[in-house]
């Protein structure tokens, strides 16, 4: 991909659209060979001739943003990142709207960058808004609102907050089930969301059952030594501490 986008550069010159367009489909290889450093120094290159032929304030200039946030992340460049989606989020209100589900993803982004970096009440704000708009979007359901709702059950885990975090997590998980077939992978990971917010509730006898019958499942889908996996071990082992200290 790197080879073809230079190519384009070099034919149609990199103020060309489809140069301008073709960086996305380069970006993405980038990432998903997790060469982070590369996809930034890609995206920094282009952000400033997209800005020069587009104007700051286009979608395209937007989606770049994203993309640079998104690497600064994956780079745990927490006060970097966060600026980039801020800024993306800024030009999908302007150019698209406030309720526009491509500034709810901006917003999500915002909060997972947030999270990182301590910002839970900040977190929280950007999720709420992005759930809010999302609903709008989508009243019949969205798996983009449940996760959401499993991100904000996190931050009450974060917090201490047991019951809130299991109130979250249960409703992430029916509206996932709505949507999902039932052995999906992120159903299991909800349901050890829900297994967490118990122990944090101090609900240790349901959390066993549940995570007991959750652990095979979540090794034939993901593996013995995925993380889901060694988190639920983890929780077992605690939960098993305890029954035996009664």
Do not use: C
Not at 108 to 136: K, W
Request: charged share 30%.
């Amino acid at each position: 991909h790197e080879e073809a986008w230079a190519m384009l550069r070099e034919l149609l010159g990199e103020d060309h659209p489809d140069t301008l367009s073709g960086v996305g489909v380069l970006l993405a290889s980038l990432e998903a060979k997790k060469e982070y450093e590369r996809g930034l120094e890609r995206v920094d290159e282009t952000l400033p001739v997209a800005i020069r032929v587009l104007g700051r304030d286009h979608p395209d200039v937007a989606y770049l943003h994203v993309m640079r946030g998104r690497q600064l992340r994956f780079l745990e460049r927490w006060e970097a990142a966060e600026s980039a989606f801020a800024e993306a989020l800024r030009i999908e209100r302007a150019t698209r709207g406030e309720d526009h589900p491509y500034a709810g993803y901006a917003l999500i982004q915002l909060g997972t960058v947030r999270v990182a970096g301590g910002d839970l009440d900040g977190a929280e704000s950007a999720y709420r808004e992005a759930l809010r708009i999302y609903r709008l979007a989508y009243p019949e359901g969205d798996r983009n609102a449940a996760n959401i709702l499993g991100k904000l059950a996190t931050i009450e885990l974060e917090r201490g907050r047991g019951p809130e975090a299991l109130d979250l997590a249960q409703r992430s998980r029916v509206e996932f089930g709505r949507l999902l077939p039932e052995d999906h992978t992120e159903l299991l990971e909800g349901d050890l969301l829900i297994g967490q917010a118990l122990v944090a509730s101090g609900r240790t006898d349901e959390a066993h059952r549940l995570l007991q019958d959750l652990q095979p499942k979540v090794v034939a889908v993901a593996g013995d030594d995925s993380k889901p996996a060694r988190e639920i071990r983890q929780l077992l082992d605690g939960i098993e501490v305890r029954i035996g200290s009664r």
